[in-house]
């Protein structure tokens, strides 16, 4: 049994509207997410290319109602990320 407290966690990905995306055109560091809320698509960054030049993520289809706009706790309930000195649990 593990002697670490539980911590509640929640973990939010950047998101913007595609044609913001598009104007700053930033660099996202490698396996970082970003997410178009307008077009429920996103892409994966690489640490080298620019969002641009970045393909979307899975190919060039939407995401559908996984990124809905709604919160997560409004979408998936409140249920808290659990971290234990073992691993994730």
Known sequence: MS???TVPK???LRHDTST???NANPLLLQGEIGIET???RMKL???INR???LPYFPGDSGLGT???GGTP???YGSIPALIDCGGVT
């Open 45 to 47: 960054g690489d640490g």
């Open 20 to 22: 913001n995306w598009t």
């Open 73 to 75: 706790s409004s979408t």
């Open 10 to 12: 929640r973990v939010q």
């Open 66 to 68: 996984i990124f809905d």
């Open 51 to 53: 969002w641009q030049t």
């Open 3 to 5: 002697q670490c407290p």
């Open 38 to 40: 307008d077009t429920n």
